[in-house]
Each structure stands twice: as C-alpha cells, then as structure tokens.
C-alpha cells in the first residue's frame, strides 16, 4: 500500500512544479515583453531602456521567488503525506500481528485438543465400546477469534491464509459429523453396533484427521514470536496429547507423517 502512496506522489509532484513554473511566467514573464515591445516600438531613449532592463530583472527575480516558494511548500506537503504513508505502514503490521497471534493462540488450542482427542480414544476406539450420545463432549468447541476476526483475514499471505480457513471448515465437518452420530444413536434409543458403528466411528477418526494437516500449515504460516507460550498452555489441559512428549506442532507433523 505505501509503495503504490509512493508512486502517485511523483507524478502530482511533477505537476505541481509544472504548475507553478507556468504560473510564474504567466505573471511576470508575459507583460514584461509586452513592455520591452512597447518601448522598442516607442524608440526610446537609454532612460526608457534601463526602465525596461529593470523591469525584466525585477520579473525573473519575482518568477525565481515564486518558483522556490512553490517547491519548498511542495516538499512540506511531500514530507507530511511521507509520515502518513509510514503511520499507516505501522498500523497495518500492527493489526497483522495481533490478527496472527490471536488466530496461532485459537488454532493451536483447536489443534491440541483434536490431536489429544484422536489420540485417545478414536485412534483405537474398541469395538465393544459402543457409540453412545456421550460422543457429543468430542465435538470442537465454538471459536471466539476467527469471528472477531473475520473482516481481516485479507491481511494474511496467500499461503497462509487457505491453510488457516481449511481448518476452521474441518473442525465445523468433524463437528457436524459427531453430531450426525450421536443423533442417530439418540432416534435409535439404542447404543448402535455393529457395521455401522464401524462405519461411524471411521467417519469420525477420518474428520479428526482432517483437521491435522491444515492445523499445521496454518500454525507454521503464522509463525508469531513465542510460540511455543502457546503450545505450552494447551499442553497443560490435554493430558494425551501431553503424553506424547510432543509439542503441538511436532505431534501434528508425526501424525501427518504416520509416525505417531
């Protein structure tokens, strides 16, 4: 934004210099050579051209007057939009740094608790456990940044940004998928087993494991100072995740690459 300031104060400056050049010729240049063409006409004396001489002396020093006048105040007012062009500069990194901290701190929470709940049970969900609407305390929590947020997501690079939306959808369809579940167990009024808990529970360890590749390009994209203060905080309410003896973005990467 301010290298685009910059470009269009060139051209206005040419402008202005332009302007106040012809303006200074216009009034002083233009009616001494009438002048001199009066007196050159009228045959004058030496008295009538000294008069002359000194009149076109006193334009040119007049129009050089009007000329540096012009320029000076052009490079006040050049100054005073440069500062403008700087404040604005520092207001945007200003918003752009607490538009990723917040989103890291919200997404690293999201993450953490995703990889402690896949750890635990899903990943190894028994099946002579049965799916019951239990499941309901699975699903990922509301977000409270990205809809404060949500008007400043252009901020973030074009890199970052789709990582950082593909996992706030994945947690709304691993949300909706736990819900789907936990309603059908409710109409059924019965615990469901068999195939299609199977089925079930599979839907729903594939949408936990959704989550873990947009979680971690999201985090690595925003990359904000001290980010491991934030990690640390989730590892402090997620005990599965603590027992890995991972960070949160280590066990996402081992996770994503079969290692965990």
Same mark, same amino acid.
């Given at each position: 934004?301010?290298?685009?300031?910059?470009?269009?104060?060139?051209?206005?400056?040419?402008?202005?210099?332009?302007?106040?050049?012809?303006?200074?010729?216009?009034?002083?240049?233009?009616?001494?050579?009438?002048?001199?063409?009066?007196?050159?006409?009228?045959?004058?004396?030496?008295?009538?051209?000294?008069?002359?001489?000194?009149?076109?002396?006193?334009?040119?020093?007049?129009?050089?007057?009007?000329?540096?006048?012009?320029?000076?105040?052009?490079?006040?007012?050049?100054?005073?939009?440069?500062?403008?062009?700087?404040?604005?500069?520092?207001?945007?990194?200003?918003?752009?740094?607490?538009?990723?901290?917040?989103?890291?701190?919200?997404? %690293?929470?999201?993450?953490?608790?995703?990889?402690?709940?896949?750890?635990?049970?899903?990943?190894?969900?028994?099946?002579?456990?049965?799916?019951?609407?239990?499941?309901?305390?699975?699903?990922?929590?509301?977000?409270?940044?990205?809809?404060?947020?949500?008007?400043?997501?252009?901020?973030?690079?074009? %890199?970052?940004?789709?990582?950082?939306?593909?996992?706030?959808?994945?947690?709304?369809?691993?949300?909706?998928?736990?819900?789907?579940?936990? %309603?059908?167990?409710?109409?059924?009024?019965?615990?469901?087993?068999?195939?299609?808990?199977?089925?079930?529970?599979?839907?729903?360890?594939?949408?936990?494991? %959704?989550?873990?590749?947009?979680?971690?390009?999201?985090?690595?994209?925003?990359?904000?100072?001290?980010?491991?203060?934030?990690?640390?905080?989730?590892?402090?309410?997620?005990?599965?995740?603590?027992?890995?003896?991972?960070?949160?973005?280590?066990?996402?990467?081992?996770?994503?690459?079969?290692?965990?």
């Amino acid at each position: 934004m301010s290298k685009q300031i910059e470009r269009s104060l060139k051209p206005a400056s040419v402008a202005v210099i332009s302007f106040a050049v012809g303006l200074a010729f216009s009034f002083f240049t233009l009616p001494l050579w009438v002048t001199f063409a009066i007196n050159l006409a009228r045959d004058g004396g030496r008295a009538d051209w000294l008069g002359v001489s000194g009149n076109v002396a006193g334009g040119i020093i007049g129009g050089a007057m009007t000329l540096v006048a012009a320029v000076v105040a052009w490079r006040g007012i050049e100054h005073q939009v440069q500062k403008q062009v700087d404040l604005a500069a520092d207001l945007l990194e200003q918003d752009r740094a607490a538009l990723k901290a917040g989103l890291y701190a919200e997404i %690293s929470d999201r993450a953490a608790r995703c990889v402690n709940d896949y750890v635990n049970p899903w990943r190894d969900w028994p099946r002579t456990r049965f799916l019951t609407t239990d499941i309901r305390k699975f699903t990922p929590t509301e977000n409270v940044v990205l809809p404060a947020v949500a008007g400043k997501l252009g901020l973030l690079d074009a %890199s970052t940004l789709p990582a950082v939306t593909q996992f706030y959808f994945r947690l709304a369809v691993l949300a909706q998928a736990i819900d789907f579940v936990a %309603s059908e167990t409710e109409r059924n009024d019965t615990a469901v087993t068999g195939l299609l808990q199977d089925q079930h529970v599979n839907m729903i360890k594939e949408r936990f494991y %959704s989550c873990f590749d947009p979680a971690l390009r999201a985090l690595n994209g925003l990359d904000v100072p001290e980010a491991e203060r934030f990690e640390d905080e989730a590892l402090k309410i997620y005990p599965h995740l603590k027992r890995t003896g991972r960070s949160v973005r280590e066990a996402l990467e081992d996770l994503t690459t079969g290692r965990l």
